[in-house]
């Protein structure tokens, strides 16, 4: 692991982030695409903006962002931005989440599948 910046993947991630805006405001009212689209695109987001820093090869790296968004939405079945007492639509109860859903298990896999055809197609590993 090496830390170096790395523009194409900045940019990715940037352009990912304010699709990510863009449906956090323009398309909040749309389930399918405030739900699924968005954890689609939150791990290509995570993925890219961690590639913009730092070298890391990017099997392991999407290995290691869908662990992350997995253990996330298992938080969620357990309930733990509630137990943790944050109140519903406060910024940690919303990155947490509070509503477990396979289908975000399927999303946050096809998002890790999507960032690394991203990373072998756009983002060099060197």
């Known amino acids: 692991?090496?830390?170096?910046?790395?523009?194409?993947?900045?940019?990715?991630?940037?352009?990912v982030f304010g699709m990510e805006l863009l449906i956090a405001t323009v398309?909040?009212?749309?389930?399918?695409?405030?739900?699924?689209?968005?954890?689609?695109?939150?791990?290509?987001?995570i993925f890219c903006a961690i590639l913009a820093f730092i070298r890391v090869p990017h099997l392991p790296l999407a290995g290691a962002v869908l662990l992350l968004a997995w253990a996330v939405e298992v938080a969620q079945w357990f309930g733990?931005?509630?137990a943790l007492?944050?109140?519903?639509?406060?910024?940690?109860?919303?990155?947490?989440?509070?509503?477990?859903?396979?289908e975000d298990l399927l999303m946050y896999t096809l998002g890790c599948?999507?960032?690394?055809?991203?990373g072998h197609l756009l983002i060099r590993e060197s």
Request: aromatic share 14%; charged share 10%; proline share 3%.
């Open 1 to 15: 692991m090496l830390i170096r910046f790395h523009g194409r993947a900045f940019l990715i991630a940037l352009v």
């Open 27 to 45: 398309f909040a009212s749309s389930p399918f695409i405030r739900g699924s689209v968005s954890d689609f695109l939150v791990v290509i987001l």
């Open 80 to 82: 733990l931005a509630d």
């Open 85 to 102: 007492g944050f109140a519903r639509g406060s910024l940690p109860s919303i990155l947490i989440g509070t509503t477990f859903s396979w």
């Open 113 to 118: 599948m999507a960032a690394l055809l991203i």
